[in-house]
């Protein structure tokens, strides 16, 4: 083979490995995001091995259970409510009324949080700026 021919082919080579590694990863980033669902939405899901995103806001009085925190998250409008099962870290912020959001897995009748996947949203960014700002 004559050397523009061996030029030709790997560049033609190099650009078919770019494109199915592009392909590769917008196939993966596309396929493992998952919305986040409110309580009233997560309490009709069937029971299944599958985990979802949870988000509302922190029900009063949660406690803890040796090293489980059990709290409730209910929808940020409305009367729905699930009771979720949590172990791993506790952000600072977290408390009764905050909005959060936690990965979740139903195990029997119980919501049981992933480990570490607990993040509370800070109210400043989301609240309306009075007018005049």
């Known amino acids: 083979m004559s050397r ?6 790997r560049m033609v080579v190099a650009l078919g490995a ?3 590694l592009a392909g590769a990863l ?9 919305e986040a669902i409110g309580p009233r939405a997560l309490a009709t899901s069937p029971a ?3 985990s979802y995103q949870l988000t509302g ?5 949660y406690r803890r259970e040796g090293r489980t925190l059990v709290f409730g998250v209910r929808d ?3 009367p729905g409510a ?11 912020p977290f408390k009764a009324g905050r909005e959060v959001i936690v990965t979740v897995r139903r ?3 119980a919501w049981i949080g992933e480990r570490d996947s607990l993040v509370t949203k800070c109210p400043s960014k989301f609240a309306a700026q009075p007018a005049g700002r």
């Open 4 to 9: 523009p021919n061996q030029r030709r082919t």
């Open 18 to 20: 770019a494109v199915l």
């Open 26 to 34: 917008l196939w993966a980033s596309f396929t493992a995001s998952s």
């Open 48 to 50: 299944s091995d599958r």
């Open 57 to 61: 806001k922190v029900v009063a009085g």
């Open 76 to 78: 940020r409008s409305g």
């Open 82 to 92: 699930v009771t979720v099962r949590y172990r791993g870290t506790v952000p600072d």
């Open 107 to 109: 195990s029997g009748s």
